[in-house]
């Protein structure tokens, strides 16, 4: 016996790859829904050999339903993912919406996959930040290990984490420079996104960070420990698919980084890259379209006592997203909403 499952916002980057990663995985689907705003309406989308026909988020009815995956942002899921969890179905959220929330937890299967029990308070499970997900993945066996007081990151995020019109900007002034027939100005991002960097994702705080980088301090102490402190500065970079990070983490012990290495190489969800050697690492570009979180360039860090540094990469639609909603649907089906 399989699972009803409802995706929302199919149309979108994240909803789509949800459909794709749903269907790669196998996971046990009875019947599927597809919805999205009514402006969308109609549209077809694929799963597997199937094409689906998009109905309207704004009259569905969740009942009966088991799991609904949300990729919309944090307005749309504010009025309807009350609306699906009141019915019994179980959301999945990957918005900002309830991240924060005490009493929804906020997953990484293979992290903190224990937590998953705590839906029920709500029916909410909230699905982290992009950016976050992947670093946490890294960082968890080795907090395990050696506990991890403080972490320094710089991110390096692909124009996809804005979604579809990031895309287009990327695209359209690329081609832009190179035959000038119009001006393409910023609309999408603050300023020209090709052949540049932006040191601003998401809106500025009071004290200077901004939002982004905020959510990777916040998330990052509710998934693994509240006592780690986390330095964090966002860029975003002229790559379609993937984020990058430069991690560089101190410990409460000594972690040799030959130790380390070998213990991501064993961790749940990570693929070691590290030869010291032209290429012998991973680029967003060869992180697209796949499942794991990448770790490169580990080496001791000799300016601190027990420092290392690494270079994380994943492929930020799916672990980032709709690859981590995913797992979490299955993680739910295991131990939660077990059928038959």
Same mark, same amino acid.
């Given at each position: ?12 980057? #994240? ?35 199937? !094409?689906?026909? !998009? ?12 799991? =609904? ?14 609306? =699906? ?16 929330? &005490? ?33 946490? #993945?890294?960082?968890? &066996?080795?907090?395990?290990? =050696? ?90 970079? &002229? ?7 430069? #991690? ?33 690492? !991973? !680029? ?57």
């Amino acid at each position: 016996m399989g699972y009803k499952i409802v995706v929302v916002g199919a149309t979108g980057n #994240v909803g789509r790859e949800m459909l794709s990663i749903l269907h790669e995985r196998q996971f046990e689907v009875d019947e599927i829904a597809v919805l999205a705003s009514r402006r969308s309406l109609g549209t077809e989308v694929s799963f597997g050999d199937k !094409t689906l026909i !998009t109905k309207d988020l704004e009259t569905f009815d969740f009942s009966g339903w088991d799991i =609904a995956l949300f990729a919309i942002g944090s307005d749309g899921t504010k009025k309807h993912a009350p609306r =699906a969890a009141s019915t019994g179905c179980v959301v999945i959220d990957n918005s900002s919406l309830y991240r924060y929330d &005490p009493e929804v937890p906020l997953i990484v299967p293979e992290v903190n996959s224990d937590a998953i029990h705590q839906y029920a308070k709500s029916n909410i499970i909230a699905n982290p930040n992009c950016s976050t997900a992947q670093m946490v #993945v890294a960082l968890k &066996p080795l907090h395990d290990r =050696a506990g991890i007081k403080r972490v320094v990151v710089s991110t390096y995020q692909s124009v996809s984490g804005a979604g579809k019109g990031g895309m287009d900007e990327l695209w359209e002034q690329t081609k832009a420079i190179y035959n000038p027939v119009k001006d393409v100005s910023p609309e999408a991002f603050t300023k020209q996104i090709a052949f540049n960097v932006i040191p601003h994702i998401d809106s500025f705080m009071e004290d200077g960070t901004t939002r982004e980088e905020w959510k990777m301090v916040a998330e990052t102490k509710k998934i693994i420990d509240p006592k780690i402190k986390v330095s964090a500065t966002c860029v975003r970079v &002229p790559v379609f698919v993937g984020h990058s990070e430069a #991690v560089n983490i101190e410990f409460e012990e000594f972690l040799d980084e030959d130790e380390a290495r070998n213990i991501l190489r064993e961790a749940p969800g990570i693929m070691v890259v590290d030869k010291r050697e032209n290429g012998g690492y !991973t !680029t967003p570009v060869e992180c697209v379209g796949d499942f794991a979180t990448f770790i490169s360039r580990i080496r001791q860090d000799s300016t601190i006592e027990n420092g290392l540094n690494l270079w994380c990469v994943s492929d930020n639609l799916r672990k980032g997203a709709a690859l981590n909603a995913v797992q979490i649907a299955e993680v739910l089906a295991q131990r939660c909403l077990k059928k038959g």
